[in-house]
């Protein structure tokens, strides 16, 4: 069993920045073949934010977050990192960090997730 920790969520002003993190309990980390980040706000499905594969080098992003959030790995420190700035009242969710463990078909909006973090609170004030 992973277990996924998210942190770094919190209030922020429109405009503001923050910095997501999802730290893995796996020593197997850095083989995962990918890391994501989904959100849920209120009354609404969840939401494709952005993933990473297991190099680094490749990104994906929703359309909605492209230009504004970016998504790293820190294999060393079994981490997945979310920065988002430029911080928008409708960014407003939980956030989830996922783990894709091997390579599996399907779009990293829809590819079948392994395990899922607990989810941490962003909430963008006007």
């Known amino acids: 069993q992973v277990q996924l920790v998210e942190s770094g969520g919190g209030l922020v002003q429109a405009g503001g920045s923050l910095r997501l993190s999802c730290a893995a309990s796996s020593r197997t980390f850095s083989s995962y073949f990918m890391m994501s980040w989904f959100r849920q706000a209120p009354g609404k499905e969840r939401e494709f934010v952005a993933a990473?594969?297991?190099?680094?080098?490749?990104?994906y992003y929703g359309d909605s977050v492209k230009g504004r959030f970016t998504i790293s790995r820190d294999n060393a420190k079994n981490t997945v990192y979310l920065q988002m700035n430029s911080l928008k009242l409708e960014d407003t969710a939980v956030y989830y960090c996922?783990?894709?463990?091997?390579?599996?078909?399907?779009?990293?909006?829809?590819?079948?997730?392994?395990?899922w973090g607990q989810g941490t609170q962003v909430t963008v004030s006007s």
């Open positions: 996922a783990v894709v463990r091997a390579w599996a078909p399907g779009a990293p909006a829809t590819v079948a997730y392994d395990y």
């Open positions: 990473v594969t297991r190099s680094g080098f490749a990104t």
